[in-house]
């Protein structure tokens, strides 16, 4: 089998990876235009910030691509004949395949603010966006980020790394208002705010000023308010990379449209990771997921089924982490960002605001728990998700709580602090704290 | 569609923010601390020379331990590592090379020409009088040094990690030891006639408390305490070495308690990054120090057969081995290499390609140790922050992003990729032995070669 994979991103790698343990004789391409080798996109602001240098990010050394056989092609896919079954590449080489993946990523998604071809105007995606934001924020004193998910904390975070003076524009009333509640969203705020980053709430960009040079000068918000700045962070999102599949037969509308078994309308033609919008997605699941995670998922996933073991995506228990400043941030199971009907949501929050628990459970029946997020604590994953698969009921996971406990050794414990708020929230449901962390206490304490 | 890297501009210097003008005064006595110490070295006056010393203690005692407070005391707590690879000093730049040159040539005087540091020694006669009854030494002119690297750049990473209790406690802990174990307790033990005897080092790192050469003087100066030295040697390097081991890894020993560790746990903190994470580096790290702990161990019988006088032809051949592993192991690699290249090679040099004792603990904690670094289920983003800032060279994020226990021969336990880990991944966990091995299963690891 000869196997062209477009993209090296973690979808694209998972899937080469899983091709070769499945079918240790297939022929496989990797076909990239952004960087020879794999990295990881999620590290990106480690290399700005000095923490790292770019080979430090990539996650396998250079040898592992040839011992394993994998061949990488550092060139742009820019024709695809599905009827001869060839991709063209710019260096005019066609890569005959039998099989082939899609795992193109995503772009940045621009809205049509005047000005926004402005120089210094950028969004934050890939390696040569981070090239070009090294080179264009040298030497500036104030930058704008407008946006208020993951890359505008991390924007800022980077930006702030270097004395850079950043305001933060969020369309919002709290920061991340469409996934974190508003407790979570305060937690985040006191983080920026410490960091002395200002953050302007339910404001968005109108328009972007320019110099005579056509440098960008200043942003005008929503709110009238003119910030001076050299530089302009565009974090509103990424949408599917379609600039390969639109010229091709391949079926697209906002993604490249597969089933659930990741296939295009196109035979032996498949679409994973952030390029690719599901015909059916899962209830509760939307149809492009643009994630580390889901994009490693859908590439383990689709691999199965280009090598013959069809094999449906499945999410299952939904888990993501992030970190705002110094406050981590894990979530296991479903936590909606707004009061949901039929779901109860304790949240426990340590005088100091560094530490915050959420558990969200069924307000009827059982008390089925149905998700976590975690703020400045570590939860086990294998813990949370069992307990969410399974779904046991809230007062037995309180008892257990400690089982679930991924905090470093001597960290302060704070189940008790936790139970006890729930036992005052839910005076109807009595629970007592029977077991601390620890792996003995997982498989010593009582089940 | 993207334009191809080119990866200049990375590569090129990063604009750093200025040094904040609090920190500078800070520095500045640091800077004059050093100046006042060269004076101490060469001054021809006994007096001033002994008051140059005073000053240079004073002024970079208070000029480390002001600067921490400034540069780690004042943001939020949390993981500092910006700029780490842009410094010129914690990157290979010129600095970190004329420190590492610095350092390098200290340790080949120290060893080779102690006659140069003579007006050094002197000045420290009265606390050497006071505290072991004999005028100093090279040895106490380094030991003072020593601990005083290791308490004041301990005093650093107390600012540094008080966001994680696990760091505080164990910097705490190498501290302790350095100071009471190390420099106090040997003093003491001088001063009240005594053989000089270090309770926290133990064969094979300090190979000749089990050589018969030490055994028969300890048993035969040292009375009833040299009896109970000799019992603590053998006990520690046969009995409790194995038992802490199971129970908490080789951290108990390499990053909680031994004076190398100490070292560079606190004074070798800021180039823990540049340790080799290739997988060529972990081949000569297995190649060096299997061999070396083996190397130890036969000098060691040979010895003891030497000594017995059962085959007198050992005599000599026991002799020229160990003198060869006491020059070339325990003065070149140890100290030259150990720690003069610390600002090159990172801090743990000795630790992971040299030293015996690691090597030793290493076997156990691979093969016989209840301890791990569990990874967090299918949380690992490869972001690659484990393996920077891992001091002993191993790549934790080839087991992490396959969600798999890092048990490996080399891990001190320092906690630092759990430290810095951002989502909450990695976790330093003594459990039952069974499923050590056993990775997420919410995460599918591939069977693919990574390692050799």
């Known amino acids: 089998m000869r196997l062209v994979i477009i993209g090296n991103g973690i979808t694209g790698v998972t899937a080469a990876l899983t091709v070769r343990r499945l079918r240790p004789a297939a022929h496989i391409t990797l076909v990239s235009a952004e960087t020879k080798h794999h990295y990881s996109r999620t590290a990106l602001m480690y290399v700005y910030m000095g923490h790292l240098r770019y080979p430090d990010i990539k996650p396998y050394e250079d040898w592992f691509w040839a011992e394993n056989r994998l061949e990488l092609v550092h060139a742009t896919a820019t024709a695809l004949d599905t009827e001869a079954q060839t991709v063209t590449l710019s260096t005019g080489q066609a890569l005959p395949y039998d099989k082939l993946l899609l795992a193109t990523g995503s772009v940045s998604r621009f809205a049509a603010w005047p000005g926004r071809q402005l120089a210094g105007v950028q969004g934050l995606y890939g390696l040569p966006d981070l090239e070009q934001m090294a080179r264009d924020t040298r030497g500036i004193s104030q930058a704008v980020v407008v946006g208020g998910g993951l890359i505008g904390v991390e924007l800022a975070e980077m930006l702030h790394s270097r004395g850079i003076s950043v305001t933060v524009l969020v369309r919002d009333a709290h920061y991340w208002g469409s996934v974190l509640p508003p407790e979570e969203g305060r937690l985040v705020q006191q983080q920026f705010a410490e960091n002395h980053v200002p953050v302007r709430y339910l404001t968005d960009l109108r328009e972007i000023l320019g110099d005579a040079h056509g440098r960008v000068r200043a942003v005008v918000t929503t709110a009238g308010e003119e910030i001076a700045c050299q530089w302009v962070g565009v974090a509103t999102g990424v949408q599917p990379n379609l600039s390969l599949a639109q010229l091709s037969a391949v079926e697209t509308d906002q993604g490249i449209l597969v089933d659930e078994r990741l296939q295009t309308s196109v035979p032996h033609v498949y679409a994973a990771g952030d390029c690719a919008q599901h015909r059916q997605p899962g209830a509760g699941e939307v149809a492009v997921e643009q994630l580390w995670y889901t994009g490693r998922m859908q590439g383990e996933a689709v691999a199965h089924t280009i090598c013959g073991q069809a094999t449906p995506y499945r999410r299952g228990i939904w888990f993501n982490s992030a970190k705002f400043f110094n406050l981590e941030y894990q979530t296991y199971g479903q936590v909606p960002a707004r009061p949901t009907a039929g779901i109860e949501s304790f949240y426990w929050q340590h005088p100091d605001g560094r530490q915050a628990l959420r558990i969200n459970f069924e307000s009827a029946g059982g008390h089925a728990v149905l998700g976590f997020n975690a703020l400045g604590l570590r939860l086990r994953h294998e813990v949370c998700a069992g307990w969410i698969g399974t779904r046991t009921p809230v007062h037995a996971v309180l008892e257990q709580l400690g089982a679930a406990n991924f905090d470093p050794e001597f960290f302060r414990q704070h189940e008790p602090a936790i139970v006890a708020a729930f036992a005052a929230a839910y005076p109807q449901q009595p629970v007592g704290l029977r077991r601390r962390k620890g792996l003995w206490g997982r498989l010593s304490g009582p089940v | ?452």
């Open chain 2, 1 to 452: 569609m993207a334009a191809s890297v080119s990866a200049s501009t990375l590569l090129a210097p990063a604009p750093l923010p200025a040094t904040p003008p609090a920190e500078k005064l800070p520095l500045a006595a640091v800077a004059l601390g050093l100046l006042a110490l060269l004076v101490a070295a060469t001054a021809a006056d006994p007096a001033r020379a002994r008051l140059s010393m005073y000053v240079a203690l004073f002024l970079l005692s208070i000029g480390t331990l002001t600067w921490a407070a400034l540069k780690f005391g004042r943001p939020p707590a949390g993981v500092r590592h910006d700029h780490l690879w842009q410094r010129a000093s914690t990157s290979r730049g010129a600095i970190a090379w004329a420190l590492g040159v610095a350092l390098t040539g200290f340790y080949v005087v120290l060893y080779w020409f102690p006659a140069y540091l003579e007006n050094l020694i002197r000045t420290l006669d009265p606390l050497s009088q006071l505290l072991r009854g004999k005028p100093a030494d090279q040895w106490f002119l380094y030991g003072t040094f020593y601990t005083l690297a290791v308490l004041l750049m301990g005093g650093r990473a107390l600012w540094k990690y008080r966001h994680s209790r696990y760091q505080l406690i164990r910097t705490g802990s190498v501290m302790f030891f350095q100071l009471g174990f190390s420099f106090l307790l040997p003093g003491l033990l001088l001063l009240l006639q005594k053989p000089e005897f270090y309770f926290s080092y133990f064969w094979p790192l300090k190979y000749d408390y089990l050589f018969p050469g030490t055994v028969s003087y300890l048993l035969r100066d040292g009375q009833a305490l040299g009896v109970f030295m000799v019992f603590w040697g053998a006990v520690m390097s046969f009995l409790a070495t194995p038992v802490l081991t199971y129970f908490f890894g080789k951290r108990w020993y390499c990053s909680w308690v031994c004076g190398c560790g100490g070292l560079a746990e606190t004074a070798g903190d800021p180039y823990r990054h540049l340790a080799d994470k290739s997988r060529a580096a972990w081949r000569w790290e297995v190649r060096l120090i299997y061999p070396i702990l083996g190397f130890i161990i036969l000098v060691t019988v040979l010895l003891w057969v030497a000594a017995s006088g059962a085959v007198p032809a050992v005599q000599p051949l026991a002799e020229g081995l160990s003198k060869t592993y006491g020059f070339v192991i325990g003065s070149v690699f140890s100290g030259v290499i150990g720690v003069g290249f610390y600002p090159i090679m990172g801090a743990r040099v000795w630790c992971r390609f040299g030293c015996p004792m690691a090597a030793y603990l290493g076997l156990l904690q691979k093969h016989f140790s209840r301890f791990r670094i569990t990874t967090n289920g299918g949380q690992c983003i490869s972001c690659g922050n484990c393996s920077n800032v891992c001091e002993m060279g191993i790549d934790v994020k080839q087991y992490a992003q396959r969600g798999e226990p890092i048990i490996r021969a080399a891990c001190v336990g320092c906690g630092l990729c759990s430290t810095a880990c951002p989502r909450g991944v990695l976790n330093l966990e003594n459990g039952p032995r069974t499923g050590r091995y056993q990775a997420s299963a919410l995460i599918h690891s591939d069977s693919l070669r990574i390692l050799s």
